[in-house]
């Protein structure tokens, strides 16, 4: 391991920096590969080829077909008729949005979904003379469980399908189910401890006539801009294909990369918008952060440093399966809770795959173990996934204040109540397998 | 209610008051009192003991809605009968009469519409201030029916109103321009007519309305501007301008050298002296009728 002590401290410094956000995120990271590239630990051609391209294809892919379905308006619209569906009554608020939220996320990106649902809910339960804050963060630990179960549904997921060639159906078959369960047990617990909140409302006429005139604001505010039906059309039709081609892709051949770039552009080509100004509003900032991520990981695996940690600490677990596999899902869970969970995800792929040669574990079981690890424990704190914090921060906009310690008291226990599903899951998995 | 239950009414009604106008407002209420009747679940004395708290409230808004609160005292006088009735038939007579007002509402709105459409003329140029529901209405009708050709100068007024006026226009093709209502000096030449809308007209002739209609109206009568308040009869208010209950909100803006408080009323109180002519359902209000409502 020859001139490792540079990229070791670079990394070191970069998660720091990603993690208590001393800088953005994507300067932290890029900064960290210039460094290296500056004191020659690699060069530039080097580096590229270090990049995961399938993984980027992906993300630009899915931001490009979402924005321009965020511009047809059917977002805005569904959530508004979430909220008439209501009726104003706490409980049918939590469980139609959270199943809104859950099935969004499993297809969106989870940010997308919190900036759509969030606005809405904040005014819905404010409104109502309910605590917004938990319905907030339940709805930031939906988005995050929801998004566990497909390849596109989480940053994790979209990364370890992409470095380790899992299709869109291996995710879905494989995650569902735990996270439908983890879903009702969250919501379970969010109303078994707050029941005085869910209390219906139709006992009192003031409340039900307050609920109606709040519905209609509710439309006058986000409905103000008409929906745009072609491009509705051809923009649904578009993310359809796309989930098709990834549901097909063993017949295809086609990689989800290249089936979401080839959908966006398509999409671009026919939808008539001002392509520009759609580019503008892709998160640039989240694909350089992952292509500074992928750089200074694949250099530490280069240096060894990788397989350094991997037979020094996860290696020397033994090769009783269900031990490995437990400890790679609880420590993704709890790590993916204090640290970024994307460039967690990328460290840990090396990782594992070096345990699966060690001892080989069937039917990926171990990187489901770490996808659900690396998502379900985003939700551990509120900066554990990007979603929590941007929920956070938009109530904070809508004069709705959320602690660190106030979104724990509810996300602690539901990620351990989901890394308890998962554990079972995973354990009855590799019991019928092995 | 508690106080912040009557507070966040309060603020409900003052939004859609501001966004959809009196008129729009009125009928919405109704329909929300429709469905909450329905989906009221308790005993026959709750029903009325519940409905007196609500309605206590509405009464007390700020400003006062006077065609709801006429509206809601016609609902009371003709739900009297069935107070001893079942439940289920109190309920079922409850909804009925209340979907009667509003159509009862809509057909009054309407009458004011068909006499307020003869007033445009061809050629005309008109102020629009805080475009009504019935004022938006009389431009449609008066394009759509009578086949005039008028321009419209819309005075922007609040962010959800004055895109509905201007998208209205635009679907018709009616000639119109948007300007602040601080701008309009320069667009006097151009006008001959301003049209209004009101929340409500009391016994002592004043006018409750948007906010800014005083000043716009103070500079059409200056300039010679004919202005027309449209208005059905539920909003002519038993009570005087000063018991309208206008709300008024203080708050603190900043600035870089100081902080200071800034007081706003959410509507204007009106001088009738400032309105030429007045048109409820039965068309112009004339002199006469005008002081036997003022008593």
Request: aromatic share 8%; hydrophobic share 50%.
């Given at each position: 391991m020859d001139g490792v002590l540079l990229p070791i401290v670079v990394f070191l410094v970069v998660y720091v920096a990603i993690t208590f956000e001393l800088m953005n995120k994507a300067v932290a990271a890029m900064l960290g590969v210039m460094i290296l590239l500056a004191f020659h630990v690699v060069d530039e051609h080097q580096a590229i080829g270090l990049v995961d391209v399938e993984t980027i294809m992906l993300l630009l892919g899915m931001m490009s077909i979402v924005v321009i379905l965020r511009k047809s308006g059917i977002f805005t619209l569904l959530s508004v008729k979430i909220a008439e569906l209501t009726q104003g009554s706490p409980l049918k608020i939590l469980i139609l949005f959270s199943v809104v939220t859950a099935t969004m996320s499993a297809f969106l990106d989870n940010v997308t979904t919190v900036l759509i649902i969030i606005p809405i809910i904040v005014e819905l339960t404010a409104g109502m003379g309910l605590n917004p804050r938990l319905f907030v963060i339940s709805q930031a630990i939906i988005s995050n469980i929801g998004g566990t179960a497909t390849l596109i549904g989480d940053p994790p997921n979209i990364i370890i399908g992409s470095k380790v060639g899992l299709t869109f159906n291996q995710f879905a078959v494989n995650l569902f189910l735990p996270v439908v369960i983890s879903l009702v047990l969250a919501l379970f617990f969010i109303w078994a401890v707050n029941r005085e909140v869910f209390r219906p409302v139709n006992t009192s006429l003031a409340k039900l006539f307050s609920i109606q005139l709040l519905l209609e604001k509710i439309r006058l505010d986000f409905l103000n801009t008409p929906i745009n039906p072609v491009l509705l059309t051809k923009s649904l039709i578009c993310l359809v294909l796309a989930i098709a081609l990834f549901i097909t892709q063993t017949l295809t051949g086609l990689s989800p990369g290249v089936v979401a770039m080839l959908v966006a552009m398509l999409l671009f080509s026919i939808a008539n918008v001002d392509v520009e100004q759609m580019l503008e509003e892709i998160e640039w900032s989240t694909l350089l952060f992952f292509i500074g991520l992928f750089i200074l990981v694949g250099i530490l695996e280069e240096k060894g440093v990788i397989e350094w940690i991997a037979h020094n600490v996860f290696l020397k677990l033994g090769d009783n399966p269900y031990i490995i596999v437990l400890t790679v899902l609880w420590v993704s869970g709890i790590a993916s809770g204090f640290l970024d969970n994307i460039p967690f995800t990328i460290t840990m792929i090396p990782i594992v795959r070096l345990m699966m040669e060690t001892t080989p574990i069937p039917h990926d079981i171990l990187w489901w173990a770490l996808a659900l690890g690396a998502c379900f424990g985003g939700n551990l704190t509120m900066i554990g996934a990007s979603a929590n914090i941007v929920s956070v921060g938009m109530a904070k906009q809508a004069g709705v204040k959320i602690s660190f310690l106030e979104f724990m008291k509810t996300s602690v226990i539901i990620t351990f109540i989901c890394l308890c599903v998962a554990s079972a899951y995973l354990t009855l998995y590799l019991w019928l397998t092995l | 209610m508690n106080p912040n239950e009557k507070e966040h009414l309060d603020r409900l009604f003052l939004y859609h008051g501001t966004a959809l106008g009196a008129a729009r407002t009125t009928t919405m209420a109704l329909n929300a009192l429709i469905s909450a009747f329905k989906q009221l679940d308790c005993g026959k004395e709750g029903i009325m003991q519940r409905y007196d708290e609500l309605a206590a409230d509405i009464r007390t808004l700020r400003p006062r809605i006077t065609p709801l609160i006429h509206m809601l005292e016609q609902f009371e006088k003709e739900l009297r009968p069935f107070l001893d009735a079942e439940n289920s038939v109190l309920r079922d007579e409850a909804i009925k009469i209340l979907s009667n007002k509003v159509k009862l509402y809509r057909s009054r709105a309407e009458l004011v519409v068909r006499h307020g459409m003869q007033f445009i003329e061809e050629g005309d140029g008109i102020i629009v201030h805080s475009a009504s529901s019935v004022v938006t209405n009389i431009l449609l009708q008066a394009k759509q029916v009578l086949l005039k050709n008028f321009k419209v100068i819309v005075l922007q007024l609040d962010p959800i109103r004055t895109p509905q006026i201007a998208f209205t226009l635009r679907q018709e093709e009616i000639p119109h321009m948007v300007i602040p209502a601080f701008n309009l000096c320069h667009y006097l030449d151009q006008a001959n007519k301003i049209l209004l809308g009101a929340v409500s007209v009391t016994r002592d002739l004043k006018v409750v309305a948007p906010v800014g209609t005083s000043a716009t109206l103070s500079l059409c009568r200056f300039n010679r501007i004919k202005s027309y308040l449209f208005a059905n009869?539920?909003?002519?208010?038993?009570?005087?301008?000063?018991?309208?209950r206008i709300h008024r909100e203080k708050s603190d803006v900043a600035s870089s050298r100081t902080t200071y408080q800034l007081t706003t009323h959410s509507h204007d109180l009106v001088d009738m002296d400032l309105i030429d002519v007045l048109v409820d359902e039965e068309g112009v209000v004339d002199n006469e009728r005008l002081w036997a409502f003022a008593g």
């Amino acid at each position: 391991m020859d001139g490792v002590l540079l990229p070791i401290v670079v990394f070191l410094v970069v998660y720091v920096a990603i993690t208590f956000e001393l800088m953005n995120k994507a300067v932290a990271a890029m900064l960290g590969v210039m460094i290296l590239l500056a004191f020659h630990v690699v060069d530039e051609h080097q580096a590229i080829g270090l990049v995961d391209v399938e993984t980027i294809m992906l993300l630009l892919g899915m931001m490009s077909i979402v924005v321009i379905l965020r511009k047809s308006g059917i977002f805005t619209l569904l959530s508004v008729k979430i909220a008439e569906l209501t009726q104003g009554s706490p409980l049918k608020i939590l469980i139609l949005f959270s199943v809104v939220t859950a099935t969004m996320s499993a297809f969106l990106d989870n940010v997308t979904t919190v900036l759509i649902i969030i606005p809405i809910i904040v005014e819905l339960t404010a409104g109502m003379g309910l605590n917004p804050r938990l319905f907030v963060i339940s709805q930031a630990i939906i988005s995050n469980i929801g998004g566990t179960a497909t390849l596109i549904g989480d940053p994790p997921n979209i990364i370890i399908g992409s470095k380790v060639g899992l299709t869109f159906n291996q995710f879905a078959v494989n995650l569902f189910l735990p996270v439908v369960i983890s879903l009702v047990l969250a919501l379970f617990f969010i109303w078994a401890v707050n029941r005085e909140v869910f209390r219906p409302v139709n006992t009192s006429l003031a409340k039900l006539f307050s609920i109606q005139l709040l519905l209609e604001k509710i439309r006058l505010d986000f409905l103000n801009t008409p929906i745009n039906p072609v491009l509705l059309t051809k923009s649904l039709i578009c993310l359809v294909l796309a989930i098709a081609l990834f549901i097909t892709q063993t017949l295809t051949g086609l990689s989800p990369g290249v089936v979401a770039m080839l959908v966006a552009m398509l999409l671009f080509s026919i939808a008539n918008v001002d392509v520009e100004q759609m580019l503008e509003e892709i998160e640039w900032s989240t694909l350089l952060f992952f292509i500074g991520l992928f750089i200074l990981v694949g250099i530490l695996e280069e240096k060894g440093v990788i397989e350094w940690i991997a037979h020094n600490v996860f290696l020397k677990l033994g090769d009783n399966p269900y031990i490995i596999v437990l400890t790679v899902l609880w420590v993704s869970g709890i790590a993916s809770g204090f640290l970024d969970n994307i460039p967690f995800t990328i460290t840990m792929i090396p990782i594992v795959r070096l345990m699966m040669e060690t001892t080989p574990i069937p039917h990926d079981i171990l990187w489901w173990a770490l996808a659900l690890g690396a998502c379900f424990g985003g939700n551990l704190t509120m900066i554990g996934a990007s979603a929590n914090i941007v929920s956070v921060g938009m109530a904070k906009q809508a004069g709705v204040k959320i602690s660190f310690l106030e979104f724990m008291k509810t996300s602690v226990i539901i990620t351990f109540i989901c890394l308890c599903v998962a554990s079972a899951y995973l354990t009855l998995y590799l019991w019928l397998t092995l | 209610m508690n106080p912040n239950e009557k507070e966040h009414l309060d603020r409900l009604f003052l939004y859609h008051g501001t966004a959809l106008g009196a008129a729009r407002t009125t009928t919405m209420a109704l329909n929300a009192l429709i469905s909450a009747f329905k989906q009221l679940d308790c005993g026959k004395e709750g029903i009325m003991q519940r409905y007196d708290e609500l309605a206590a409230d509405i009464r007390t808004l700020r400003p006062r809605i006077t065609p709801l609160i006429h509206m809601l005292e016609q609902f009371e006088k003709e739900l009297r009968p069935f107070l001893d009735a079942e439940n289920s038939v109190l309920r079922d007579e409850a909804i009925k009469i209340l979907s009667n007002k509003v159509k009862l509402y809509r057909s009054r709105a309407e009458l004011v519409v068909r006499h307020g459409m003869q007033f445009i003329e061809e050629g005309d140029g008109i102020i629009v201030h805080s475009a009504s529901s019935v004022v938006t209405n009389i431009l449609l009708q008066a394009k759509q029916v009578l086949l005039k050709n008028f321009k419209v100068i819309v005075l922007q007024l609040d962010p959800i109103r004055t895109p509905q006026i201007a998208f209205t226009l635009r679907q018709e093709e009616i000639p119109h321009m948007v300007i602040p209502a601080f701008n309009l000096c320069h667009y006097l030449d151009q006008a001959n007519k301003i049209l209004l809308g009101a929340v409500s007209v009391t016994r002592d002739l004043k006018v409750v309305a948007p906010v800014g209609t005083s000043a716009t109206l103070s500079l059409c009568r200056f300039n010679r501007i004919k202005s027309y308040l449209f208005a059905n009869s539920f909003h002519f208010s038993h009570g005087l301008g000063d018991s309208q209950r206008i709300h008024r909100e203080k708050s603190d803006v900043a600035s870089s050298r100081t902080t200071y408080q800034l007081t706003t009323h959410s509507h204007d109180l009106v001088d009738m002296d400032l309105i030429d002519v007045l048109v409820d359902e039965e068309g112009v209000v004339d002199n006469e009728r005008l002081w036997a409502f003022a008593g």
